[in-house]
């Protein structure tokens, strides 16, 4: 828990203001601990949470998905297989409706400028470092989703 993020866990003080019930999200992140972390700290604000254990599955699911399903994506930068770069990349490039526009977000223990700009460059709307912040965490969410 504390490799991946600070502060409380406990709903009440964990997320006040926090609302993300009925908004889906994909959460792209290849170590399993972090994933099952992050989708209990998510489903505490309500969002629902469909995983991917790398970048080429994480493009999957979103291609399978209907168009418009997935309200952000979050994505791990340095995973096996494909990368969060690349992935977000790839899903930029789908012919499909929402690729252009859905948020994504890098969450990388890489946090110095060249990193946030690589993220940019991919085509990600705002970079998280590691370990995550929880409150940031969810005020990036807030600030992103449509």
Same mark, same amino acid.
Do not use: C, W
């Given at each position: &828990?504390?490799?991946?993020? &600070?502060?409380?866990?406990?709903?009440?003080?964990?997320? #006040?203001?926090?609302?993300? =019930?009925?908004? *889906?999200? &994909?959460?792209?992140?290849?170590?399993?601990?972090?994933?099952?972390?992050?989708?209990?700290?998510?489903?505490?604000?309500?969002? *629902?949470?469909?995983?991917?254990?790398?970048?080429?599955?994480?493009?999957?699911?979103?291609?399978?998905?209907?168009?418009?399903?997935?309200?952000?994506?979050?994505?791990?930068?340095?995973?096996?297989?494909?990368?969060?770069?690349?992935?977000?990349?790839?899903?930029?490039?789908?012919?499909?409706?929402?690729?252009?526009?859905? #948020?994504?977000?890098?969450? =990388?223990?890489?946090?110095?400028?060249?990193?946030?700009?690589?993220?940019?460059?991919?085509?990600?709307?705002?970079?998280?470092?590691? #370990?995550?912040?929880? *409150? *940031?965490?969810?005020? =990036?969410?807030?600030?992103?989703? #449509?």
């Amino acid at each position: &828990l504390r490799r991946f993020v &600070l502060g409380r866990t406990a709903p009440e003080k964990a997320a #006040p203001g926090y609302d993300f =019930t009925g908004r *889906q999200l &994909l959460l792209v992140e290849d170590n399993e601990l972090n994933r099952e972390i992050a989708v209990e700290l998510l489903q505490q604000v309500g969002a *629902q949470v469909d995983t991917a254990a790398n970048g080429e599955l994480g493009v999957k699911k979103f291609r399978s998905a209907p168009e418009h399903f997935y309200a952000l994506i979050l994505m791990d930068v340095q995973m096996p297989v494909m990368d969060g770069l690349s992935a977000a990349r790839v899903i930029r490039a789908l012919p499909r409706g929402d690729a252009a526009q859905v #948020p994504i977000v890098a969450m =990388t223990a890489d946090a110095f400028a060249e990193d946030v700009a690589a993220a940019k460059r991919a085509g990600m709307n705002a970079h998280i470092a590691k #370990p995550i912040e929880l *409150q *940031q965490l969810y005020r =990036t969410i807030q600030e992103l989703l #449509p």
